[in-house]
T-cell receptor, first 114, second 112 residues
Framework: DAKTTQPNSMESNEEEPVHLPCNHS???????IHWYRQLPSQGPEYVIH???SNVNNRMASLAIAEDRKSSTLILHRATLRDAAVYYC???????????????FGKGMKLTVNP | DSGVTQTPKHLITATGQRVTLRCSPR?????VYWYQQSLDQGLQFLIQ???????AKGNILERFSAQQFPDLHSELNLSSLELGDSALYFC???????????FGPGTRLLVL
């Protein structure tokens, strides 16, 4: 599985935008970029995913670099509820061998200050 | 609420014992995944079932086994428990193979 690199942690202020970076220099053409987050004492939660184009949903936006070697998760107005560990994960669209598992790295801890 | 339920929420047991963790996927989801989260190893994929059949195995110990029943709920059986098996165990489900995974709240296992 191709690897991703994220900062260990970031801090933001409530109601301000926050940009969470992820590097994935070995990404292949069939890899989707997925983001999940894990709030304290909860299971991971899907945030967003994309392949080449930028994506928006009600939770966040995903900006993907033109060469796809990096991406940024954007929370437009951080709230205290966004404090979590964020995981950037690559998932291949081809599942030879049959596994669609998620490979979690260490993730990045986001602290939101009131 | 993801729609995935896991029972029990907490489990305390002794070394050498056997426990069963239960997962009910979201309605309509055919694929079930089990993950283990420990402090030193992070979130690790254990095993995946799709419509009753084992589909993929990850870092699952031989002492652990799982199954998915005709009603699509799944059970993870952990036997000959060791202190190091203490962890959070999450179940996730997806409707499509490779689709978005929805995680349950987890079962916290403590082996004393």
């Amino acid at each position: 599985d191709a690897k991703t690199t994220q900062p260990n942690s970031m801090e933001s202020n409530e109601e301000e935008p926050v940009h969470l970076p992820c590097n994935h220099s070995t990404i292949s053409g069939t890899d989707y970029i997925h983001w999940y987050r894990q709030l304290p004492s909860q299971g991971p939660e899907y945030v967003i995913h994309g392949l080449t184009s930028n994506v928006n949903n009600r939770m966040a936006s995903l900006a993907i670099a033109e060469d796809r070697k990096s991406s940024t998760l954007i929370l437009h107005r951080a709230t205290l509820r966004d404090a979590a560990v964020y995981y950037c994960i690559l998932r291949s669209t081809t599942s030879r061998g049959g596994s669609e598992k998620l490979v979690f790295g260490k993730g990045m801890k986001l602290t939101v200050n009131p | 609420d993801s729609g995935v339920t896991q029972t029990p929420k907490h489990l305390i047991t002794a070394t050498g014992q056997r426990v069963t963790l239960r997962c009910s996927p979201r309605s309509g989801d055919l694929s079930v995944y089990w993950y283990q989260q420990s402090l030193d190893q992070g979130l690790q994929f254990l095993i995946q079932y799709y419509n009753g059949e084992e589909r993929a195995k990850g870092n699952i110990l031989e002492r652990f086994s799982a199954q998915q029943f005709p009603d699509l709920h799944s059970e993870l059986n952990l036997s000959s428990l060791e202190l190091g098996d203490s962890a959070l165990y999450f179940c996730a489900s997806s409707v499509l193979l490779g689709g978005t995974q929805y995680f349950g709240p987890g079962t916290r296992l403590l082996v004393l």
